[in-house]
């Protein structure tokens, strides 16, 4: 399995626009989750997916922020308008059942910066 | 209190020393303990689960506290190829709920 495929690895863009980050899990993984790290905060969960439906979004930042999974292979994190605070290093993890007991597995990461 | 508090390092070790991290997390019903390896600029992956009995895997031995709730990695013989950041990880609750990870300690090992 190729594990979790995450896109763009790297982005740069100006405060404003408008970034979409992409994300597909392990097959056969029910648990989507992304999280955000940065110096400052560590590692922290925005939002997480079970079978596409979104469970939990209480650490998403505002409503600059959206997630979308249409269908099980697929998940998008979108910020619009994106600012400078918003630079970090976005990562997309799956696991297999629950979140709490089984491995999960992460995706290498997109490196936001915006300018 | 932070749900789950490391020292953040750095700790800096000669090859072949043996090097010990703790770990506190603040919610007592926490049910799932684990320990993930960060390497520079890359994902975190786990390293192993952290069982109430304790666990050893090869040079690397985890230990869960749970009357003062803490979970501790001992890594011996160190190996240059040990220098990362070292995650400890908790869950919040029994059942399906999500991972909360400390902001880690990184381990330098000098030759």
């Known amino acids: 399995d190729a594990g979790v495929i995450q896109s763009p690895r790297h982005e740069v863009t100006e405060m404003g626009q408008e970034v979409t980050l992409r994300c597909k899990p392990i097959?056969?993984?029910?648990?989507l989750f992304w999280y955000r790290q940065t110096m400052m905060r560590g590692l922290e969960l925005l939002i997480y997916?079970?079978?596409?439906?979104?469970?939990?979004d209480s650490g998403m930042p505002e409503d600059r922020f959206s997630a979308k999974m249409p269908n099980a292979s697929f998940s998008t994190l979108k910020i619009q308008p994106s600012e400078p605070r918003d630079s970090a290093v976005y990562f997309c993890?799956?696991?297999?059942?629950?979140?709490?007991?089984?491995?999960?597995?992460f995706g290498p990461g997109t490196r936001l910066t915006v300018l | 209190r932070k749900e789950v508090e490391q020292d953040p390092g750095p700790f800096n070790v000669p090859e072949g020393a043996t090097v010990a991290f703790n770990c506190t997390y603040s919610?007592?019903?926490?049910?799932?303990f684990f320990w993930y390896r960060q390497d520079c600029r890359k994902e975190p992956k786990l390293l192993m689960s952290?069982?109430?009995s304790g666990n050893e895997d090869g040079r690397f031995t985890a230990q869960l506290n749970r009357a003062s709730q803490y979970i501790s990695l001992l890594i011996r013989d160190s190996k240059l190829s040990d220098s990362a950041t070292y995650l400890c990880?908790?869950?919040?609750?029994?059942?399906?709920?999500?991972?909360?990870f400390g902001k880690g300690t990184r381990l330098s090992v000098i030759a």
């Open positions: 993890a799956s696991s297999e059942t629950s979140g709490s007991t089984d491995t999960q597995y």
């Open positions: 097959s056969g993984h029910d648990y």
């Open positions: 997916f079970n079978n596409n439906v979104p469970i939990d």
């Open positions: 919610n007592s019903a926490s049910q799932s």
């Open positions: 952290v069982y109430s």
């Open positions: 990880v908790v869950s919040s609750f029994s059942g399906n709920t999500p991972l909360v």
